[in-house]
C-alpha cells in the first residue's frame, strides 16, 4: 500500500499534536505544569503518552531540507533547512546535523525513557536549540547522557550534557583531548572511549577517559577505526582486524578484542556497523559478496554470503535476521545461524555500490524503514513477515532517515 501524507498548513510547533494522537486530551495538548508532589517519570516541559511517538525525520543532502513524519497520525510538518549535509546523529531527543558552518543541534520532540521493567513516552515542541562550532567537526556520538564531538583538526571532542540541552542550552561542559588525527570521543558509563593516533591520519589505539580526562584505561590497539555501536554489553569499535569491545563492571573497564576468523583471510573489514537499538548483534557489508555479523554476547564474527554485492545491512538481533540491500535493489533476510537466505523482495531500483547516496536502513523492534533516495520515498518493511511492504511515505527527499522517538 502506497501513501502519500499529507500536507499540513500548520507550524513546526504543532508536532506535538501529531505526535500524541493518542495521549489523554483531557489536558487539552497543553504541558502540564509539574504539581506540588512530582510523579514518577516527570519531565519539564514535556508531555507524556501511553505509547511511543515514533516518527520518520529525513533529509535532503543536498539542501538540509529536512521533514518529520508522524507514524501514528501519517501526517508531515517541515523540519527546516540545515544546508548541505555532511552527515546526522541521533542521540534520544536529538538530532546532530554536520554541516560546512558547524553541528546543529535539533530536538526531534519526540523520545522514551527505559526505566528498566518499564517505559515512559514523551513528546514536546521539536525545535533547533543551536550551534555546535568547531574546527573540523568529524565524528559525533552520544548515549543518551552526553554528546561527543570530535574535531579531527584540534585532536579533541567538546562535551555537552543532555541535561543542559533538555533546558535549552548548548554549553560546552568539558573537552577530551587526544591528537589531531581521523578519530572519535564515545561517551560511556560517565567515562569517554577516545581514539588516539596512529600512522597518519588514521586512529591507532583506544583510550578511555574519566570526565576530568584523565586515562583510566589505555593502550589498546584498533587500528583504522572507522565505525563504532553501542549494546547492551559495552561500546563495540570497527577495527581493521577485528573489532574492539569496551565493557565496564561496577565503575572498572575493560577491552577484548574480537577478531575477524583465520580463514576470513581477503575479506574487507567491516567499514560500519549497524543494528537495531538496544540489540547486542552488528552487521556491515564485507567486499563484493556477503555480509560481516557479530554477535557481541558470543564475541563471534561470521561472514554470510551473497549473490551480490550489498550496499546496506544491519541486525535485527534476534538471533534470526540480518537485513541486507543489495545493489540489485532488494532486500535480503539472512540467518546468521545457517548463512540462508530466508525472505527477498524487491524494493528499489538497481543500486551502484560506490554511489555516494546510498539508502539507508534503520530497524526498529517490529518494523524496518528503508530510505529510497532516488524515488523520494521510505518504506516501512515488516521484516518478520517475509519483508512485506506494510506502508510506503512519499517525502520531500529520503537522502537521510532517522527513526524518533526510540
Same mark, same amino acid.
Not at 144 to 163: D, R
Not at 264 to 279: K, N, V
Given at each position: ?11 513546526? /510547533? ?25 510523579? !514518577?517519570?516527570? #519531565? ?24 518529520? /513524519? ?13 544546508? %548541505? ?29 527505559? !526505566? ?8 514536546? *515542541? ?7 562550532? /568547531? ?24 562535551? &555537552? ?26 561517551? &560511556? ?18 583510550? #578511555?577517559?574519566?570526565? *576530568? ?7 589498546? %590497539? ?5 565505525? !563504532? ?29 574480537? %577478531? ?11 567499514r560500519s556497523l549497524e543494528h537495531r537499538p538496544g540489540s547486542n548483534e552488528l552487521a556491515a557489508p564485507a567486499g563484493d559478496g556477503g555480509i560481516w555479523h557479530l554477535n ?37 533476510t539472512l540467518n546468521p545461524a545457517t548463512g540462508k537466505m530466508t525472505a527477498k523482495a524487491p524494493m528499489l531500483r538497481p543500486l551502484s555500490a560506490t554511489a555516494d547516496n ?10 524496518? &524503514? ?9 518504506? *516501512? ?26
Amino acid at each position: 500500500m502506497q501513501r502519500t501524507t499529507p500536507k499540513l498548513p500548520i507550524l513546526l /510547533l504543532s508536532l506535538p499534536l501529531l505526535l500524541s494522537a493518542c495521549a489523554d486530551t483531557s489536558t487539552g495538548n497543553q504541558t502540564t505544569p509539574a504539581p506540588e508532589t512530582t510523579p !514518577h517519570g516527570y #519531565v519539564a516541559g514535556a508531555q507524556e503518552n501511553p505509547e511511543p511517538q515514533n516518527g520518520l525525520l529525513t533529509f535532503d543532502r543536498e539542501t538540509g531540507k529536512s521533514q518529520l /513524519l508522524s507514524l501514528l497520525a501519517d501526517a508531515t510538518v517541515d523540519a527546516g533547512t540545515f544546508g %548541505p549535509i555532511d552527515a546526522v546523529q541521533q542521540d534520544g531527543r536529538y538530532a546532530l546535523v554536520t554541516t560546512q558552518d558547524g553541528v546543529k543541534v535539533f530536538d526531534t520532540g519526540a523520545w522514551t525513557v527505559d !526505566h528498566g521493567d518499564h517505559m515512559h513516552y514523551y513528546s514536546s *515542541e521539536p525545535r533547533l536549540l543551536g550551534s555546535i562550532t /568547531l574546527p573540523d567537526a568529524g565524528v559525533v556520538a552520544g548515549d543518551g547522557k552526553s554528546v561527543a564531538v570530535f574535531s579531527e583538526t584540534g585532536g579533541y571532542a567538546s562535551i &555537552y550534557k543532555h541535561k543542559d540541552l533538555d533546558a535549552g542550552q548548548v554549553v560546552e561542559s568539558g573537552r577530551i583531548t587526544t591528537t589531531p588525527h581521523t578519530g572519535r570521543v564515545i561517551p &560511556y558509563e560517565g567515562h569517554f572511549i577516545a581514539t588516539t593516533a596512529g600512522e597518519g591520519a588514521a586512529s591507532g589505539a583506544v583510550e #578511555v577517559r574519566d570526565a *576530568e580526562n584523565h586515562t583510566v584505561l589505555s593502550g589498546q %590497539p584498533c587500528v583504522g577505526s572507522s565505525a !563504532h555501536a553501542t549494546t547492551r554489553v559495552g561500546v563495540v569499535l570497527a577495527c581493521n582486524d577485528g573489532a574492539l569491545l569496551i565493557t565496564e563492571d561496577d565503575g572498572k573497564f575493560a577491552a577484548e578484542k574480537i %577478531p575477524y576468523p583465520a580463514k576470513a583471510g581477503g575479506i574487507p573489514p567491516a567499514r560500519s556497523l549497524e543494528h537495531r537499538p538496544g540489540s547486542n548483534e552488528l552487521a556491515a557489508p564485507a567486499g563484493d559478496g556477503g555480509i560481516w555479523h557479530l554477535n557481541v554476547s558470543k564475541r563471534t564474527w561470521t561472514y554470510l554470503k551473497t549473490a551480490a554485492p550489498v550496499v546496506a545491512a544491519s541486525a535485527v538481533g534476534d538471533t534470526k535476521r540480518v537485513l541486507a540491500l543489495g545493489v540489485d535493489g532488494s532486500l535480503m533476510t539472512l540467518n546468521p545461524a545457517t548463512g540462508k537466505m530466508t525472505a527477498k523482495a524487491p524494493m528499489l531500483r538497481p543500486l551502484s555500490a560506490t554511489a555516494d547516496n546510498i539508502p539507508q536502513l534503520r530497524i526498529d523492534t517490529s518494523r524496518a &524503514y528503508l530510505g529510497d533516495p532516488a524515488g523520494s520515498k521510505v518504506h *516501512e518493511i515488516d521484516y518478520a513477515d517475509g519483508l512485506r511492504a506494510a506502508r510506503t511515505f512519499n517525502v520531500p527527499a529520503a537522502d537521510i532517515v532517522l527513526e524518533t522517538g526510540l
